[in-house]
């Protein structure tokens, strides 16, 4: 044994009875006053869910019998009392785990935990580290495991008493050597907990910028020891470690699944002392973009939501290749105008040519938008105009505009859209530099500089716009859809998929549609929110022609609003906050029915809206 295996706590290992390891009650535990539920708002009285954990129990003995799970828990740093309630959940698992490691315990804390839990006698040691990540000890911990999966659960984190049995069982089913959940974010009392956010199907990009699957990892044993040799590991800080090995494991090639259900919970104090430093964040996202072979240029820092979880957006130099701009109108001369001089102010571009669709404009609009083309517009944009007498039918004009002019990408920009920043179209070109990135959409702002849109997600509902903090609008990522009021899209994914659907989506739905069919021949949709523009299309359009093609989707038998969810949450993090509290929406329901009440309430209503608007124009002042 070389001196480093020294620091590896030995232990007897457990014999396997034929009845199985053994577990306590959950009412024998210190977690019978925690928030117990799978998902926020689903309270379980105590005795409803130790029937689900005994039921667990008899059917893993007899089901998964051989299938054995180990524990690798991270404790370095970590509080002794959240050690001991970790062990707590521990020896209430319904699926009893054959090896449980303390990464980072003393043998001083070792010992005192064996005494306090003698039901874990025989699986449990620790390793002794002096910094709280040793890659080195935690390669040769693994390899000398037995069990033929190990779930890695980072500091302060505690385990649902389920969810060694689920993690086995979607492992199974799943069949994928990497699962990830949803984990809860409670609150001091343990009480009441709030779901934090994960990605239902995390894109290989999409970690260039935040982690979406955190710090509760189940691996298949053999797949572990071949991400752990991934030198990246090295490289990168211990506060992000479970970063980079969700990140490892995809350039493994995994395809990391979310299981739906809250696995394990965190203490909202606990969440905000371990965030990882800034500087760690954007040194592991240029780590990524390098093995990538990315040309990082930008790098912004991001703070995600009232929980502050730390992300960056990196801003990567742009592909060279012809660029094809499609713009359709029909009147609204100053429209098009503000479009074209924003796209004159572009910077870092090659070769662009700008197809301008006319559909049936007033003789006079017309001029006036040729007069502008040849006085003020550099002769760099090569601008032809393309006349469409028909119907007005967007799907077409945007066909007819990109079959109009050879080019190796194509921009498609509404006529009332207004590019914020003279790189905004280079940031979106950036991301074709990877071959399987087919559509890369931006951030689109109302005139008042509320978001319009933050990429598209498939709900229940239908096609939605992200428009809210909590849905991750100021990420880059791999998304659903983008809106094709600012779209690049590569040449030959439109020609593969030929063009947009003029019959099915002529207006409303076509972005979401054809980015839906380029998901399934292979392509991504990557939403870049550092490219920005103004969308002057009105907040309180009502109902709209498209409205229809909702609903003709679902008569189609277009399940496109079933496929998946972009994010699985039952509430978002930005709702954790003492407003969510019971007590606090009955006085604000009696509140809002007295008349003498609400009338104050206007009265404060309009400072707070104001506020509100500086907070989202303060964007562009970053």
């Known amino acids: 044994m070389n001196a ?3 620091n590896i706590l030995p232990i007897e290992r457990a014999a396997q009875a034929d009845a199985g390891l053994q577990r306590c009650a959950i009412a024998e535990t210190a977690l019978a006053t925690t928030a117990l539920q799978l998902l926020p708002g689903v309270r379980r009285k105590l ?4 029937r689900a954990c005994a039921w667990q129990n008899s059917f893993a003995r007899t089901e998964l019998k051989d299938e054995t799970i180990a524990l690798i828990a991270f404790c370095a740093g970590a509080e002794r009392k959240n050690i001991k309630l970790l062990l707590h959940s521990i020896s209430c698992q319904s699926l009893p785990p054959t090896e449980i490691v303390l990464f980072g315990a003393s043998h001083t804390l070792l010992q005192e935990c ?3 839990f003698p039901i874990l006698a025989g699986r449990l040691s620790a390793v002794q580290v002096e910094e709280e990540v040793d890659i080195d000890l935690l390669r040769e911990t693994v390899s000398g495991m037995e069990s033929r999966r190990v779930l890695l659960l980072d500091k302060e984190l505690i385990l649902n008493p389920q969810a060694l049995f689920i993690a ?6 799943l069949d994928s050597p990497v699962l990830f959940s949803n984990h809860l974010v409670m609150r001091s009392s343990f009480k009441v907990a709030s779901k934090y956010m994960r ?7 999409d970690l260039l910028s935040f982690d979406h699957t955190g710090g509760c990892l189940c691996f298949g044993r053999e797949f572990l020891s071949t991400v752990l040799a991934d030198n990246l590991l090295d490289a990168a800080s211990s506060n992000v470690f479970f970063w980079t090995l969700a990140a490892s494991a995809q350039m493994a090639g995994a395809d990391p699944r979310l299981i739906p259900l809250s696995l394990s919970f965190q203490s909202l104090g606990s969440f905000n002392k371990n965030l990882p430093d800034y500087e760690s964040v954007r040194n592991l996202s240029t780590l990524i973009a390098q093995r990538l072979e990315l040309p990082l240029e930008e790098l912004h820092e991001e703070s995600i939501g009232l929980l502050s979880a730390r992300a960056v957006t990196p801003v990567f130099a742009p592909v060279e290749g012809r660029l094809n701009v499609v713009i359709p109108f029909r009147d609204c001369a100053d429209d098009t105008i503000k479009c074209l001089k924003s796209l004159s102010k572009q910077q870092g571009l090659g070769e662009v040519s700008v197809s301008l669709v006319n559909n049936n404009s007033a003789p006079e609009e017309l001029e006036r938008v040729r007069q502008f083309v040849n006085e003020s517009v550099s002769s760099a944009f090569r601008v032809r105009f393309v006349n469409d007498t028909d119907y007005f039918n967007f799907a077409r004009l945007i066909n007819v505009g990109t079959r109009a002019a050879d080019a190796d990408f194509y921009l498609w920009l509404n006529n009332d859209v207004e590019l914020l920043d003279s790189k905004t179209i280079a940031r979106m070109l950036g991301w074709m530099r990877l071959p399987d990135v087919g559509i890369v959409g931006g951030k ?3 005139p008042d500089s509320s978001v319009q849109h933050g990429g598209i997600v498939f709900s229940a509902l239908g096609p939605k716009n992200v428009d809210s903090v909590g849905e991750y609008q100021d990420l880059c990522r791999e998304v659903d859809g983008v809106s094709f009021a600012m779209a690049l899209v590569r040449r030959e994914l439109f020609e593969e ?8 989506c002529p207006n409303g739905f076509g972005d979401a549609l054809f980015c839906e069919t380029a998901r399934e021949t292979g392509w991504r ?6 490219a920005t523009a103004y969308h002057y299309e009105s907040k309180s359009r009502k109902e709209q022609v498209e409205d229809q093609e909702r609903f003709e989707l679902s008569l189609a038998g277009i399940d496109i609003a079933e496929r998946y969810r972009e994010f699985h949450s039952e509430r978002r993090a930005e709702e954790f906050d003492i407003l969510a509290s019971e007590p606090i929406d009955r006085l604000a329901a009696i509140l809002l029915n007295n008349r003498t009440a609400r009338k104050y309430l206007n009265f404060f209503a309009a400072p707070v809206m104001e506020l509100g608007r500086w907070a989202k124009n303060s964007f562009f002042q970053r």
């Open 4 to 6: 480093r295996s020294e």
């Open 47 to 50: 005795e409803l869910l130790e």
């Open 114 to 116: 064996t005494l306090d």
């Open 168 to 173: 086995v069982k979607n492992a199974i089913a």
């Open 199 to 205: 990605r239902s199907e995390p894109g290989p990009y």
């Open 444 to 446: 689109l702002f109302y």
């Open 497 to 504: 998929v030929g063009g947009l659907d003029e019959f099915l």
């Open 525 to 530: 949709t990557i939403y870049s929110p550092r």
